[in-house]
C-alpha cells in the first residue's frame, strides 16, 4: 500500500490524526442530558464545526434537531459537474458504563496494545477523523473531485430521531449521488467489509403496576400480587426454551445470504463464557443480521444491597427489540407491545411506553459506487476481496435516507470490527483499521468521480 501517494500522505497524517481524535474522545458527548452535561454534546458538536471550516466548508451549521440535539452540517464544493458524496458519522456517544471497569479512563485516548482507547474512538468520533483523513489525503494529492457534504448528527446512540426528522423538514440539505455512512465497521480487522443490511429497532418501556405501595413479604407474601415477579413472567416470555426471539406474529426464522459468521469465532469476538452456550438455532449469520432480536437492556427494581422483605408494587423495565430487513418497525413495535399485553399474568396493569425506533434498511449491492468501493478497499487492503456482511445494529438515519433520496447509493463502512467492543467498556480503535479505510475512502472517491 505505501508505494500509493494517497496512502504516504494518509500515513504521514496518522500523529495528528491520533491527537484531534483525543481531543475529540475527551468531550463527554453522551446526548443523554439527565446524565451528562449538554455543554459537552455541544463543546464536541463546535469542534466538528471548527474542523469543517478549517478544511474549507462552507455553510457549516450547527443544526438545531427536534429532539433537542445538534448536528454539525457543512458543504466543500468540487469542480463544476462533479458528482455529490455525502459523508456520515455521529459524535455523540454511548454512556461509559462503570467508569472504574474501564483499564483507563473513558474519555481519555490511550494507546495500549497496539490500539487507542477511549469511548467513541471507533464508535464513531473515529468516524469523523477518517473522514477528514480522506480528504486531507485527496487534497494533498490533486484535490477533492466531488462535492462533499459532511454531517455529524448528535443523537445516533440515544435512538430519538432527531437527525431523520430533520433530513425529512430540509430534504435539499443532505441530496447526494452518493452516501457513504462511516457508523460501520470490518468483520474482522483486515478484511474489507460493506455492510448491506441493518437491523431496524424498536425500544419499549414498561412499567408493572399491582400493589398501592409495598408490602411486608412475611404479612402479605403468598397473596398479594408482586410487581417484580409479574415483570419477570412477562420478559420470560419473549424468549423460547433455546433463548431465541419469540413475540407473537413475528417471523423468528429469516435467512441470511452473504458472509457466513463461523461459531467458533462468534464465541471469540462476543467473549462467551467457556462452557456457556449461544442463544437461538440456526447459522449465527441468521440469529444477528436475519432475525429479530429481544433484549432487556434495563431493569429499575431494588437493588439487592439494601433491599427489604417487601412484596413490590412496580417494577419496570427497558425492552429493546431488533427487526430484521423486510419488516416495517412500526408493525413490529404494535406486534411488541400487544405481547407484552397479552402475556402480562394476574391482571396485573402494563404501561408500555415507546421510547425510540428507526426502520431496519437494505442495500443496492450492483450500484457503480460498490465497484468504485470494492477497487479501492483492493487497493487499500492488498490481498482481500471486500466483503458484505449484515449488522445486527441499527443506524435509522439510513432508512430515512433511502427513502428521501431513492437514487442515490448508500455504502456503510467503519471502525466497528469486534475488537473494538463498542458500547462495552474498554472500547478502542485499530489505527491500522483508520489508516486503511481513510486510504480505501480517499481512493473511492477518486474512482466514483472517474467512474
Given amino acids: 500500500m505505501s508505494s500509493n501517494p494517497v496512502a504516504e500522505t ?15 474522545v475527551a468531550f463527554r458527548s453522551v446526548a443523554d442530558f439527565d446524565q451528562f452535561p449538554r455543554s459537552e454534546s455541544e463543546a464536541a458538536a463546535n469542534w466538528v464545526a471548527d474542523a ?8 457549516v451549521a450547527l443544526l438545531d434537531t427536534p429532539d433537542g440535539t445538534q448536528s454539525v452540517y457543512g458543504h466543500l464544493r468540487g469542480p463544476a459537474g462533479a458528482k455529490t458524496v455525502l459523508l456520515y458519522a455521529h459524535y455523540d456517544v454511548q454512556p461509559p458504563l462503570d467508569e472504574a471497569a474501564w483499564t483507563t479512563p473513558p474519555f481519555e485516548l490511550t494507546e495500549r496494545d497496539g490500539r487507542w482507547y477511549g469511548r467513541g474512538a471507533a464508535d464513531c468520533k473515529g468516524g469523523l477523523i477518517m473522514h477528514l483523513l480522506a480528504l486531507r489525503a485527496l487534497k494533498a494529492n490533486g484535490g477533492v473531485p466531488v462535492h462533499v457534504k459532511v454531517i455529524a448528527e448528535g443523537s445516533e446512540e440515544m435512538g430519538t430521531g432527531g437527525l431523520e426528522r430533520y433530513a425529512e ?120 443480521w436475519a432475525r429479530p432480536a429481544v433484549t432487556v437492556i434495563g431493569i429499575d427494581c431494588p437493588p439487592v444491597v439494601g433491599a427489604t422483605p417487601s412484596v413490590q408494587a412496580s417494577a419496570r423495565a427497558l425492552i429493546s427489540l431488533r427487526v430484521p430487513p423486510g419488516v416495517d418497525a412500526s408493525e413490529a413495535t404494535k406486534l411488541l407491545e400487544a405481547h407484552l399485553e397479552a402475556h402480562t399474568p394476574w391482571g396485573a396493569r402494563a404501561r408500555i411506553e415507546q421510547v425510540g425506533q428507526g426502520q431496519a434498511f437494505r442495500a443496492d449491492t450492483d450500484s457503480p459506487a460498490y465497484q468504485a468501493m470494492a477497487e479501492a478497499m483492493a487497493v487499500a487492503y492488498p490481498d482481500e476481496t471486500m466483503q458484505y456482511a449484515g449488522q445486527g445494529g441499527s443506524i435509522p438515519l439510513c432508512n430515512t435516507l433511502a427513502s428521501l433520496y431513492p437514487e442515490a447509493e448508500i455504502l456503510l463502512i467503519g471502525l466497528s470490527e469486534p475488537e473494538a467492543q463498542i458500547h462495552a467498556v474498554n472500547e478502542s480503535v485499530s489505527p491500522e483499521e483508520l489508516e486503511r479505510l481513510s ?13
Wanted: no cysteine.
Fill in 169 to 288: 423538514q430540509h430534504p435539499e440539505l443532505l441530496t447526494a449521488d452518493t452516501i457513504v455512512i462511516g457508523d460501520a465497521g470490518n468483520f474482522r480487522v483486515g478484511l474489507p467489509t460493506v455492510t448491506t443490511t441493518l437491523r431496524g429497532m424498536t425500544m419499549v418501556r414498561l412499567q408493572i403496576d399491582t400493589l398501592a405501595g409495598n408490602l411486608h413479604s412475611g404479612q402479605f407474601g403468598g397473596a398479594a400480587p408482586d410487581a417484580l415477579a409479574a415483570l419477570i413472567r412477562v420478559l420470560d416470555s419473549l424468549r423460547a426454551e433455546d433463548g431465541s426471539t419469540t413475540v407473537d406474529g413475528l417471523t423468528p426464522d429469516t435467512r441470511w445470504e452473504g458472509l457466513e459468521y463461523d461459531e467458533e469465532q462468534f464465541r471469540k469476538d462476543a467473549k462467551v463464557l467457556d462452557g456457556v452456550g449461544l442463544i437461538g438455532d440456526g447459522p449465527v449469520a441468521d440469529r444477528i
Fill in 52 to 59: 469543517l471550516r478549517a478544511e474549507g466548508f462552507e455553510d
Fill in 439 to 451: 486510504v480505501a475512502e480517499a481512493l473511492f472517491l477518486r474512482n466514483y468521480a472517474a467512474g
Fill in 10 to 24: 494518509v500515513a504521514s497524517l496518522l500523529p495528528r490524526a491520533k491527537a484531534e481524535l483525543a481531543e475529540l
